[in-house]
Nanobody, 124 residues
Framework: QVQLVESGGGSVQAGDSLRLSCVHS????????MAWFRQGLGKEREFVAA????????YYADSVKGRFTISRDNAKNTVYLQMNSLKPEDTDVYYC?????????????????WGQGTQVTVSS
């Protein structure tokens, strides 16, 4: 079975940076597309960024493009989300997700495995 564990969340000021990590427990990590989603209270889960298992192509939500960077280290079974220039509207619980297949544009229904979430709070 696959288990995802996120870390790196916290409370920061607007303009600060955070780096989220997600450790993937399971076989063949490099065969999974990995993604980050976020969800606030009373909101639907929102796509943030994804990185493919094949050629490392990435895809970002318009709201974070240019500020966030997703990357992966297959040797460590870990995916990262570097978040720079954080804004109060980035405040959410951030979830790591994994799926088979190379598409990086899929919504949450396409992802098979989810972490427990890590809280990111950005104050102005």
């Amino acid at each position: 079975q696959v288990q995802l564990v996120e870390s790196g969340g916290g409370s920061v000021q607007a303009g600060d940076s955070l780096r989220l990590s997600c450790v993937h427990s399971g076989r063949a990590f490099s065969a999974y597309t990995m993604a980050w989603f976020r969800q606030g209270l009373g909101k639907e889960r929102e796509f943030v960024a994804a990185i493919s298992w094949s050629v490392g192509s990435t895809y970002y939500a318009d709201s974070v493009k240019g500020r966030f960077t997703i990357s992966r280290d297959n040797a460590k079974n870990t995916v990262y989300l570097q978040m720079n220039s954080l804004k109060p509207e980035d405040t959410d619980v951030y979830y790591c997700a994994a799926k088979r297949g190379a598409s990086v544009t899929d919504g949450p229904a396409s992802y098979d495995y989810w972490g427990q979430g890590t809280q990111v709070t950005v104050s102005s």
